[in-house]
């Protein structure tokens, strides 16, 4: 399994990014699995950012994107993604996609990728 996470770069404040998850080298590794995403700040700890359930029903999201953020996925793509509109400065970070296992843990995160929202 590597994933990578994909779509980061530098935006305004306001603006939008969306993020892709894949791994390039199988096409199942990501299918049904509930996948989540995360960031970390520079100098903070990485935090929850959103998950999708496998089938791609009940979102979940921390409060702080509720309402910008919204994660969807596409299991003929063996993808995930996470629209991120209304973009603000604290939303700087290097995002991570992961994969969750039964028992709830994640047992394979990808590469990040760095969002930089400047105001």
Known sequence: VQL????????????????????????????????????QAPGKEREFVALISGSGSDPEYADTVKGRFSVSRDN???????????LKPEDTGTYYCARRTVSGNYDFWGRGTLVTVSS
């Open 4 to 39: 990578q996470a994909s779509g980061g770069g530098s935006v305004q404040a306001g603006g939008s990014l969306r993020l892709s998850c894949t791994d390039p080298a199988s096409r199942r590794t990501i299918n049904y699995y509930i996948m989540g995403w995360f960031r």
């Open 76 to 86: 003929t793509a063996n993808a995930v993604y996470l629209q991120m509109n209304s």
